[in-house]
């Protein structure tokens, strides 16, 4: 059972589609699917990788929440002011339906706009 004490951060999760510009058009951007949700965020591991020639640390977290559907490999999350990338689809690990189970990075960085990263 996931206890309530354990989901003591916050976090907002959103998905790449196509927005509403303001002007009868559509632009491709971040629309937010949830926010202030309670989770449990614990760092798994560190690395350093070349990334465009550039050196750059990737940290990889283990996110718990309530059991949520719908969550995809594109989604991100945005946790203390971090954009994490969902890398695995999310799952129920106990198959209880009490907790959705979710690994992301700061790898790879999803841009709006890019059709490449959707």
Avoid: H
Avoid at 7 to 16: A, D, G, S
Avoid at 36 to 54: C, H, Y
Avoid at 78 to 103: C, H, M, V, Y
């Amino acid at each position: 059972m996931l206890g309530a004490g354990r989901l003591r951060q916050r976090i907002t999760i959103r998905r790449l589609a196509d927005v509403s510009n303001g002007r009868g058009g559509y632009m491709r951007g971040w629309s937010t699917l949830a926010e202030n949700l309670r989770a449990e965020v614990i760092s798994q591991s560190g690395r350093e990788a070349v990334i465009a020639n550039t050196l750059q640390g990737i940290s990889t977290f283990k996110i718990t929440i309530r059991y949520r559907e719908g969550l995809k490999v594109n989604d991100q999350v945005i946790w203390n002011g971090q954009e994490l990338n969902i890398l695995a689809p999310p799952s129920d690990p106990t198959g209880k339906r009490e907790e959705t189970l979710i690994f992301a990075d700061t790898n790879t960085p999803q841009r709006a706009g890019d059709p490449e990263a959707a």
